[in-house]
Nanobody, 125 residues
């Protein structure tokens, strides 16, 4: 079964870093797909964090994470990373990745076809 698998979540203190990974499996290979990272904090709606086009251009970054988070794609093209630096308590959320075949991905969720199950990130002292 084709699916997206997120990993790398965990519990960290404010100011620390984490790198999340999003990989395709079961016949789904991320090469050629645009990928978006989203997050949902407790009691809040899911929001877009960052988006990467199929040619590895970052097309969207939320203001709340600009200068701290960065998306990139691995050399084998099947893993997309979200490097999160200088984490804050407000970054605590379940983080999801999703794929779209749109050329220029945005934070608009209906354009995304496949979603991962999410990985939890907790930032607290």
């Amino acid at each position: 079964q084709a699916q997206l698998v997120e990993s790398g979540g965990g519990s960290v203190q404010p100011g620390e870093s984490l790198t999340l990974s999003c990989a395709g499996s079961g016949g789904l290979h991320l090469d050629g797909y645009a990928v978006g990272w989203f997050r949902q904090a407790p009691g809040k709606e899911r929001e877009g964090v960052s988006c990467l086009s199929s040619i590895d251009s970052v097309t969207y970054t939320a203001n709340s994470v600009k200068g701290r988070f960065n998306m990139s794609r691995g050399n084998d093209k099947n893993i997309v990373y979200l490097q999160m630096n200088r984490l804050k308590s407000e970054d605590t959320a379940v983080y999801y990745c999703a794929t779209t075949d749109r050329r220029v991905p945005t934070k608009w969720e209906p354009q995304y076809d496949s979603w991962g199950q999410g990985t939890q990130v907790d930032v607290s002292s």
